[in-house]
T-cell receptor
Framework: SQKIEQNSEALNIQEGKTATLTCNYT??????LQWYRQDPGRGPVFLLL?????KEKRKERLKVTFDTTLKQSLFHITASQPADSATYLC???????????FGAGTRLAVHP | DAGVIQSPRHEVTEMGQEVTLRCKPI?????LFWYRQTMMRGLELLIY????????DSGMPEDRFSAKMPNASFSTLKIQPSEPRDSAVYFC???????????FGDGTRLSIL
């Protein structure tokens, strides 16, 4: 069956450290992978998009990798801050379509 | 830009009642999506429209659910009759073209008693 897996348990890290979140998928061949941030009581907010032919994408303190052989994406936040505390969702999409399939999300807590 | 606007933000109603959720997408966006989010099932796509035409409604759970987009600036998701298991947060999102980031509203928290 098709699955997207993100760490179900919350990730707790110390301020200033690098947070690494994982998104694994099976039985999909996505053309694109996106990461979103969701705060309590709010809708998801887009962060980064990476294509299947790209290995890595960066935006300020954020970095995403996409390994289509391992069927895995890693999402890194460097120099993390308490304001980075939120739930992070990965989402797959497929060439020619705008339909997104979301993972369950990982809750990140950054402690001062 | 005002972003995607959803109303109401909260809705509490009794089982069997009709519920109508509303969405105004970002102007100029050709795609509109309706999602449902629950603790058990996460964020699920219900239906999406391209240029006001429904493209994929395979996520609509039952015939009790219906969605319309009468024009480019307005969409509704209707549940009739509502049931307690429909309780969830319903999100609307829009995007300008194919494979572009989606912009979400802040959702409608629906409670069916």
């Amino acid at each position: 069956s098709q699955k997207i897996e993100q760490n179900s348990e919350a990730l707790n890290i110390q301020e200033g450290k690098t947070a690494t979140l994982t998104c694994n998928y099976t039985n999909y061949s996505p053309a694109y992978l996106q990461w979103y941030r969701q705060d309590p009581g709010r809708g998801p907010v887009f962060l980064l998009l990476i294509r299947e032919n790209e290995k890595e994408k960066r935006k300020e303190r954020l970095k995403v990798t996409f390994d289509t052989t391992l069927k895995q994406s890693l999402f890194h936040i460097t120099a993390s801050q308490p304001a980075d505390s939120a739930t992070y969702l990965c989402a797959l999409s497929f060439g020619g379509y705008n339909k997104l399939i979301f993972g369950a999300g990982t809750r990140l807590a950054v402690h001062p | 830009d005002a972003g995607v606007i959803q109303s109401p933000r909260h809705e509490v109603t009794e089982m069997g009642q009709e519920v109508t959720l509303r969405c105004k997408p970002i102007s100029g966006h050709d795609y509109l999506f309706w999602y449902r989010q629950t603790m058990m099932r996460g964020l699920e796509l219900l239906i999406y429209f391209n240029n006001n035409v429904p493209i994929d409604d395979s996520g609509m759970p039952e015939d009790r659910f219906s969605a319309k987009m009468p024009n480019a600036s307005f969409s509704t998701l209707k549940i009739q009759p509502s049931e307690p298991r429909d309780s969830a947060v319903y999100f609307c999102a829009s995007s300008p073209t194919t494979v572009q980031p989606q912009h979400f509203g802040d959702g409608t928290r629906l409670s069916i008693l």
